[in-house]
């Protein structure tokens, strides 16, 4: 399993962008499917975006066209751009890693392997 450690989070203003950051430490990074979830409070985990060991990527619809995910392998960080914010946006986000991509898709119900600790993303008015 790899061990995952997020940054980035902090409060942003509607239209906003702000660059979620995991770094994997312990067992080979580009072997890992690599996901973006977010719990808003009062609501289920959610599935983000997720990418693939091709750098195949998938995202919800909720945020297709405003986040991006995109991986280093060489520096085992895996990152999510979030372009346009909005309040729905609010939430908890953590990174997953898991050698199983249905475990990161958004839609699962599998649960992955290796989270991350979950940066919170914020609104100021």
């Known amino acids: 399993q790899v061990q995952l450690v997020e940054s980035g989070g902090g409060s942003v203003q509607a239209g906003g962008s702000l660059r979620l950051s995991c770094a994997a430490s312990?067992?080979?990074?580009?072997?890992?499917?690599l996901g973006w979830f977010r719990q808003a409070p009062g609501k289920e985990r959610e599935g983000v975006a997720a990418?693939?060991?091709?750098?195949?990527?998938t995202y919800a619809d909720s945020v297709k066209g405003r986040f991006t995910i995109s991986r280093d392998n060489a520096k085992a960080i895996l990152y999510l751009q979030m372009n346009s914010l909005t309040p729905e946006d609010t939430a908890l986000y953590y990174c997953?890693?898991?050698?199983?991509?249905?475990?990161?898709?958004?839609?699962?119900?599998?649960?992955?392997?290796?989270w991350g600790q979950g940066p919170q993303v914020t609104f100021s008015s």
């Open positions: 997953a890693a898991d050698r199983r991509w249905r475990t990161v898709a958004p839609g699962t119900r599998v649960l992955a392997n290796s």
């Open positions: 312990g067992d080979t990074f580009r072997n890992y499917a």
């Open positions: 990418i693939g060991t091709a750098n195949d990527s």
